[in-house]
């Protein structure tokens, strides 16, 4: 039986899901006890035929979808995520059963570390399967690897030991070298996590101490895999040698075009040969950054010197491995990319990128690192959380220059006045709440040729209930419209209007309203645009349709973050591109999103 982890969930359980409010207690057995038994009846059918371990699957899901995520429905939903639980892993299914476990873990407080550790162990305890206990000793060594770069010693160890004891039942060589390495990896992580605190003290007073930075560089190099960080800490180093290369490895990372495969292959033969000389656990690190250099070069390298870098990236150990490559960056414009598109639980396209979760403060920061790549925002949603304000954003690929403006209500609308006068037109609006609970506004706007008559215009911070029309000309219609809660909790709108090809509009309401309106206008019009406000423990949705015939329209709501993705990345392979998105977060602490992507016609 072949089983496939998704990548996307694999990230989710790695980074661990920490949130600022208090997760719902877990229901004491005498609470459970009448949930427990309304599953079994009626779901009594299902569970009597399912023989198989699809059939189990299948069971399972269908219980997930009877999981509400209401306050009302805590003991019941915990009940049923159990039962799920316990089908999956009856169905040797990774990727349900550990999806599974983060959804328990994002609402209950459980521990989410332990239960993934007794999940893999029940899935490894089934029929012998090499397949699947190969892939369960692989994610187990990998998920030790993240929890010791995260400062958890003791979930590594238990991921360790539970690869291990797949490896004997294998009966891998390679494996069993494998967690030899690791065991002693850790060990060597303890000690040095004690000398790099004290370089930290040290560098507080003394920024550019050379000993100090080489024993912090050292630490982020082999206990975390952080290249990007720990070469910034090596350049300031004692050793001569290891300073030359860090400054050399700097240089190209930072360079805007990527360096030429004779001089990647230059830099790769002198962290080779600094890993001769070096021992214990550092020189696997330094083997492997050179191999990373080397896989880089090889493509364009000829006879020998290819033959040599592909020899090396073998014996290095390298992978392409998409975390590792956030931690090795060999562009750090591209690291902060793929930086944020993880923590932001997003998606980097051919023309467009879009993310769920960014922090807001790094909203600029990621702006910016996609100019190389010509897109520019075209969404940009901004909602609280309690880890603190967060974002969801889309950016297009267009040849047009685009900027973002943060501010007040009457920033906004001078430094608007200011720009139309330049070309420019808002592209989207959107109001949040800062940390001291004052309304702001982040408005992105591009420099876009309109066909002629056309006309763009906002109305900023208008209340619920309050009419409002386009300023300017009254044939305008709706493009854009964000609610989001003010100081005193009331809902208000940021809008952008534009005249319309046809016809349009525009709805607001709770889920069951919405879901019903977006199906039946859907039949003669196309959803432009969606968002979504939490309002205590519930949602605020509002979809806006307008008369054109160019292009088809996916819409997609009520899935985990983690399973948006994974939806995106097949409309992305079906060239279709987002259009709208917006995120919100309960005060239960759950994540929801919405998102509507256009697949355009070819003409």
């Known amino acids: 039986m072949r089983i496939q982890l998704s990548a996307c969930l694999l990230v989710a359980l790695l980074c661990g899901t920490a949130w600022g409010a208090a997760k719902t207690p877990v229901p004491d057995a005498a609470a459970q006890k009448p949930a427990i038994a309304t599953v079994k009846e009626v779901f009594k059918s299902e569970l009597a035929s399912a023989k198989s371990a699809p059939q189990f699957a299948d069971v399972a899901d269908k219980m997930l979808g009877n999981v509400q995520n209401e306050e009302s429905s805590a003991v019941n939903d915990y009940v ?135 024993a912090l560089g050292r630490f982020l190099i082999l206990a975390k895999s952080d290249w990007n960080e720990g070469l910034k800490r090596l350049v300031l180093a004692n050793d001569a040698t290891l300073q030359k290369l860090a400054q050399q490895d700097s240089t190209l990372i930072e360079a805007t075009k990527p360096p030429t495969a004779d001089v990647a292959a230059e830099l790769a033969d002198g962290w080779w040969d600094l890993a001769q000389k070096q021992s214990g656990n550092f020189k696997s690190s330094v083997k492997l950054r050179a191999g990373q250099w080397y896989a880089f070069a090889a493509p364009n390298l000829k006879g020998l010197p290819k033959a040599k870098a592909e020899q090396r990236v073998t014996e290095s150990g390298w ?89 007040t209500t009457e920033e906004i609308t001078k430094h608007y006045a200011d720009i139309r006068a330049n070309g420019f037109t808002a592209v989207d609006l959107a109001g949040y709440l800062d940390a001291n609970k004052q309304v702001r506004h982040v408005m992105a706007s591009a420099k876009v040729k309109w066909e002629a008559g056309t006309n763009i215009d906002i109305n900023v911070a208008v209340p619920l209930g309050t009419m409002f029309t386009p300023p300017a000309e009254k044939s305008c219609a709706l493009q854009a419209r964000q609610q989001y809660l003010d100081a005193e909790g009331k809902l208000t709108s940021d ?54 015939n160019d292009f088809t329209v996916t819409e997609i709501h009520g899935k985990t973050l983690d399973d948006n993705v994974i939806e995106w990345q097949k409309l992305a392979e079906a060239k279709a591109q987002p259009a709208g998105v917006g995120a919100s977060v309960t005060n239960d602490g759950i994540y929801h999103s919405v998102s509507v992507w256009h697949n355009h016609f070819m003409k």
């Open 495 to 548: 809008v952008i209007w534009r005249h319309p090809k046809n016809t349009f509009y525009f709805h607001r309401s709770g889920l069951t309203e919405w879901e019903n309106i977006v199906a039946k206008y859907s039949q003669s019009q196309k959803l432009i645009d969606v968002s979504i406000t939490a309002t205590g423990k519930n949602n605020n949705y509002t979809a806006i349709f307008q008369g054109f």
């Open 80 to 214: 049923l995520l159990m039962q799920a639980h316990g089908l999956a892993v009856k169905a040797l299914h990774p990727t349900l059963s550990l999806r599974i476990v983060q959804m328990i873990s994002d609402r209950y407080d459980v521990d989410q570390h332990a239960l993934t550790v007794q999940t893999l162990k029940d899935l490894a305890k089934g029929p012998t399967d090499k397949d699947l206990h190969k892939q369960l000793a692989e994610l187990s060594f990998k998920l030790s690897l993240e929890h010791q770069r995260a400062d958890r010693i003791e979930p590594a160890l238990q991921h360790l030991e539970l690869a291990d004891a797949l490896a004997r039942r294998l009966k891998s060589t390679d494996m069993l070298k494998q967690a030899v390495a690791r065991r002693a990896e850790i060990t060597e992580y303890k000690k040095l996590a004690e000398s790099s605190a004290a370089a930290e003290k040290k560098l507080v007073e003394t920024p550019n101490d050379p000993a100090a930075n080489e």
């Open 319 to 407: 992978t392409n491995d998409a975390n590792l490559a956030v931690l090795m960056p060999l562009n750090r414009r591209d690291a902060v990319l793929q930086k944020a598109m993880s923590v932001g639980k997003g998606l980097l396209g051919e023309r467009f990128a879009i993310v769920q979760t960014l922090p807001f403060t790094d909203l600029v920061p990621l702006t910016e690192a996609l100019k190389s790549r010509r897109l520019r925002p075209t969404r940009v949603r901004p909602y609280p959380t309690p880890d603190g304000l967060k974002v969801a954003a889309i950016w297009l690929s267009s040849v047009n220059p685009g900027e973002l403006f943060d501010g």
